[in-house]
């Protein structure tokens, strides 16, 4: 779809749009994390950098955690220490938290807790005269209908309501079971195979005149051009506790544009 082409076929959401300060000098993006207490050096290498960065700002684009199965699990043994560190964070640079498919039941009461600013998906981004658009990504993957049917599920008030209702025992217990059965989890995350759909994506940055866009889920790292003239930066996932294929990679943004790097303070498994 080029620039100009007609766009009113395409179902565009509500964009949220945030400034970044004139002072910023550089704004971190991670991405599918998949915080847990079986990554021990993910989660530290996900700690450290949250706390050495020199960024002014970390935006974590969903599935920071493996799953979330609502904010009482936020006093945890786990998930208490993950507070404490982005509490710790977000005292001294800013820290936005977009949900995915994963943890999208992470609320308010979570981010009170820590100190972070939810952001909405999708969020145009404008920083140093730049507009860049923010997203996890799920919601562009078109093509898998099976999971967009799902994600629809989920995301109803009343399906959340219904499952925030049950004691979080009870939750915990069938957030491990859906980890255990690798078709439900299939049905979770959507096919591995899955990407966004190029023509929506240009659409939705069209409407918000940006050439550019952000976002996870995918886990295929990398910068293409979407057509011309518009161009995505997929975010890494991150596994350093895969010994045969260690993964993590953050996303600078700057006056100068776009860098990948390595997270501050990286380890791998021994």
């Known amino acids: 779809m080029q620039p100009g082409s007609d766009t009113s076929a395409v179902a565009l959401p509500v964009f949220y749009e945030l400034a970044a300060p004139k002072g910023w000098r550089s704004i971190d993006f991670i991405s599918d994390m998949h915080l847990s207490a079986a990554l021990p050096h993910t989660v530290e290498a996900w700690a450290q950098h949250l706390r050495n960065t020199p960024a002014d700002a970390v935006f974590m684009l969903g599935d920071v955690f493996e799953v979330w199965v609502g904010d009482d699990a936020r006093q945890l043994p786990f998930e208490r220490h993950c507070v404490d560190v982005m509490a710790e964070a977000a005292s001294r640079r800013t820290l936005a938290v977009m949900v995915g498919n994963r943890d999208f039941l992470l609320g308010a009461q979570m981010l009170r807790a820590c100190g972070a600013m939810a952001l909405p998906d999708p969020t145009l981004l404008t920083a140093w005269g730049r507009p860049v658009l923010l997203t996890h990504g799920d919601a562009l993957c078109l093509e898998d209908t099976a999971y967009q049917s799902f994600r629809r599920e989920v995301r109803s008030d009343h399906w959340q309501q219904d499952f925030l209702a049950r004691p979080?025992?009870?939750?915990?217990?069938?957030?491990?079971?859906?980890?255990?059965?690798?078709?439900?989890?299939?049905?979770?995350?959507?096919?591995?195979?899955?990407?966004?759909?190029?023509?929506?994506?240009?659409?939705?940055?069209?409407?918000?005149?940006?050439?550019?866009?952000?976002?996870?889920?995918?886990?295929?790292?990398?910068?293409?051009?979407?057509?011309?003239?518009?161009?995505?930066?997929?975010l890494s996932d991150w596994d350093l506790d895969d010994a045969e294929r260690p993964r993590a990679q953050v996303l600078r943004l700057s006056r100068d544009g776009f860098v990948r790097l390595q997270p501050t303070g990286a380890t791998g498994p021994a």
Not at 179 to 185: G, H, T, V, Y
Not at 194 to 218: F, K, Q
Not at 226 to 234: S, T, Y
């Open 168 to 234: 979080l025992a009870e939750r915990l217990a069938i957030a491990a079971d859906i980890r255990r059965q690798s078709q439900q989890r299939h049905s979770f995350d959507g096919r591995v195979d899955a990407d966004i759909d190029a023509g929506t994506a240009v659409a939705w940055l069209h409407a918000l005149g940006a050439s550019e866009m952000v976002h996870g889920h995918t886990h295929r790292p990398g910068s293409q051009d979407l057509a011309p003239g518009f161009k995505r930066h997929v």
